[in-house]
């Protein structure tokens, strides 16, 4: 590739215009152009990384299916994706070995251990397809000593439980210290429950799943070491499971940002949304989401966050749930000041309707207008994207465009740090040095 610019990670920044070799599936050279290249200049993005999906579940609340799959894991490439992390899914072993002999074309996926449901009786039970459905959990649960070798060392572990009870942290210490003396990482997903992730984090688990509820005290945690992956997004389309025009109205706007969602899955999914408001409902879904998103937005370090989309629950397609997730996270980031009376305007309305009367959450923010003024935070979010979370899941890349490293990156037109959710808009995507995915080029003469 001539005339590129590379992300380089330990900088955080894009190369110089570089000419980009690869051979065998590898990166061979990364040399520096001398001479003036007046051709117009592409950049250069490693693939992204995401801790937690579900391929077996299809984001329309129903199973995955053969005619579906490939649409669903060209989701994750079109939006950038080299590598994903399966969580709760049964034996991919068939669905990896055809992509890898390119009869049907995705992302690299890596699978966690079959996690284990602790329920609210403090027993470790199997979790069954008809309860834990939603979340991808239809295997049986993991024998101890039984871990599968062909899978990751990370341990799922569900913390459920009925609202105000606590785990002893006794018996959340016995788990954590079997998973840990097998040599696997415990990760620990908390259902938002409003005491299981303080439970879980005051026993030691270093990774935590599932946004923190309204309750959380964050500053009695700072000085312990952990890992944080919201999943923000699919608490967020829940809140407006029963609000269709509001939902409707951001697919929309999502699906404008990224064409092959629009094209593939869009219709069929407002196809199935029910016509009528539930305002009670609504309003009261939509306020659960603020509490959890204003602890989200409270909480300033980033080297604590971890990406994952969750991408398999209702509405969370692939590639969407990462564009929402983004946003939610963008949304909490933003530090320009507003006006006194703007301020007052939006204080006068309920809680739950700030956030979602915030332009950040109806709309693609403009482009920035210099390109040398670029919002840090979004440096930031690519090396969350990228090495953090790759090297957290064992990507072999490790989030990194290096010589002697395997080639997944994507391709973009223009600087994708230029504007919100650029980074989403690729113009190609290469794995092992292979393209894998571009957009259907536009009829030339193609009326509006």
């Not at 250069?44 to 990384?49: A, H, N, Q, S, T």
């Not at 590598?83 to 890596?110: A, R």
């Not at 980031?333 to 939006?346: G, N």
């Amino acid at each position: 590739m001539l005339g590129v610019r590379v992300w380089e990670s330990e900088k955080k920044q894009f190369g110089e215009v570089s000419d980009l070799e690869v051979t065998g599936g590898k990166v061979r050279s990364i040399t520096r152009k001398t001479t003036n290249f007046k051709e117009p200049i592409r950049y250069i993005l490693p693939g992204f990384c995401d801790a937690s999906v579900t391929i077996g579940a299809n984001s329309f609340g129903g199973e995955t299916n053969r005619e579906i799959l490939p649409q669903l894991l060209l989701g994750f490439l079109a939006t950038g994706f080299s590598h994903v992390e399966s969580v709760g899914d049964g034996d991919l072993t068939k669905v990896k070995d055809e992509i890898s002999k390119s009869k049907i074309i995705g992302p690299f996926i890596l699978q966690s251990q079959k996690p284990w449901v602790y329920d609210a009786n403090f027993r470790e039970n199997s979790p069954s397809k008809d309860q834990y459905f939603a979340l991808g959990l239809d295997s049986k649960s993991l024998e101890a000593g039984e871990g599968k070798r062909d899978r990751s060392r990370h341990q799922p572990i569900f913390l459920k439980k009925a609202e105000g009870q606590s785990f002893p942290q006794t018996t959340l210490f016995q788990w954590k210290s079997k998973w840990d003396k097998q040599g696997y990482t415990p990760l620990a997903y908390t259902f938002a429950d409003r005491l299981a992730w303080k439970d879980a984090l005051d026993t030691g688990f270093p990774v935590i799943f599932h946004p923190m509820p309204a309750n959380a005290n964050l500053s009695q945690v700072q000085t312990r070491q952990f890992l944080w992956a919201p999943l923000l997004n699919v608490t967020y389309f829940l809140s407006l499971r029963n609000d269709p025009k509001s939902l409707t109205l951001r697919l929309q706007q999502i699906g404008e940002h990224f064409p092959y969602f629009k094209e593939k899955f869009l219709p069929n999914f407002l196809d199935g949304l029910p016509d009528e408001v539930d305002l009670e409902k609504a309003n009261l879904a939509k306020s659960e989401f603020y509490s959890l998103w204003e602890i989200f937005r409270k909480e300033h370090r980033k080297e604590r966050l971890l990406f994952a989309s969750g991408s398999g629950h209702w509405a969370s397609f692939p590639g969407v749930g990462a564009i929402q997730e983004i946003s939610l996270w963008e949304a909490s980031w933003k530090t320009l000041a507003k006006s006194k009376e703007s301020r007052t305007e939006e204080e006068s309305l309920p809680w739950w309707k700030r956030i979602f009367a915030r332009p950040e959450f109806s709309e693609i923010r403009k482009v920035e207008t210099d390109p040398e003024t670029l919002p840090a935070e979004r440096k930031e979010l690519v090396q969350i994207l990228t090495e953090k979370t790759c090297r957290f899941i064992g990507a072999d890349h490790e989030g990194k465009i290096s010589i002697g490293k395997p080639a997944h990156f994507s391709v973009f037109k223009e600087n994708p740090l230029k504007k919100s959710l650029g980074i989403f808009a690729i113009e190609s995507m290469v794995l092992g040095g292979k393209l894998v995915y571009t957009p259907k080029p536009e009829k030339v003469g193609k009326k509006p």
